[in-house]
T-cell receptor, first 112, second 111 residues
């Protein structure tokens, strides 16, 4: 099993709330990614990081932000949640030289 | 045009059938290729890497054609447990390593 963890697994919040989705990995991977996936739909890359203090926006425009202060931790923050943010958010990590991506179990977010 | 394109399916096949999935990618600088499997409401997991020489893992065979920028996955003797979404994945090292997922092809294997 991969050592990459996401919390919370499920979250229901009200519109306008600020939330942070946590992602941590204990494998020492330098590359980390956040994907958004609606049920039955494809994965969309929203943010990625090549290492500490490195963050980039992905292909899908997102109103979220990320930070990478420590190698093992890559949190994603929504400053003001909206119903359109309702989705599943998947975090993944890859080690340079080993190109298999390991995924967390995801956070299912519902904004009401 | 999407960087990685797959037939979305769904593919509905009987047990024991052979099924093939195709995938094309647009960036000729792509360096690594994979097939992932994603079960309903689960995270994607690596099924197999794809090498230029082609590779086989039991009932699964993956092939890569760099000239045509085409990747395939063949499943022989389909099992009910093969029902899932199969994601074609391409790795690019262009100013940093980027992993791009295709939209996935859904497979339903029926008894």
């Amino acid at each position: 099993e991969a050592d990459i963890y996401q919390t919370p697994r499920y979250l229901v919040i009200g519109t306008g709330k600020k939330i942070t989705l946590e992602c941590s990995q204990t494998m020492g991977h330098d590359k980390m990614y956040w994907y958004q996936q609606d049920p039955g739909m494809e994965l969309h890359l929203i943010h990625y990081s090549y290492g500490v203090n490195s963050t980039e926006k992905g292909d899908l425009s997102s109103e979220s932000t990320v930070s990478r202060i420590r190698t093992e931790h890559f949190p994603l923050t929504l400053e003001s949640a909206r119903p359109s943010h309702t989705s599943q958010y998947l975090c993944a990590s890859i080690m340079t030289g080993n190109t298999e991506a390991f995924f967390g179990q995801g956070t299912r977010l519902t904004v009401v | 045009r999407k960087e990685v394109e797959q037939d979305p399916g769904p593919f509905n096949v009987p047990e024991g059938a052979t099924v093939a999935f195709n995938c094309t990618y647009s960036n000729s600088a792509s360096q690594s290729f994979f097939w992932y499997r994603q079960d309903c409401r689960k995270e994607p997991k690596l099924l197999m890497s794809v090498y230029s020489s082609g590779n086989e893992d039991g009932r699964f065979t993956a092939q890569l054609n760099r000239a045509s920028q085409y990747i395939s996955l063949l499943i022989r003797d389909s099992k009910l447990s093969d029902s899932a979404t199969y994601l074609c994945v391409v790795g690019q090292n262009t100013g940093g390593f980027k992993t791009i997922f295709g939209a996935g092809t859904r497979l339903f294997v029926k008894a």
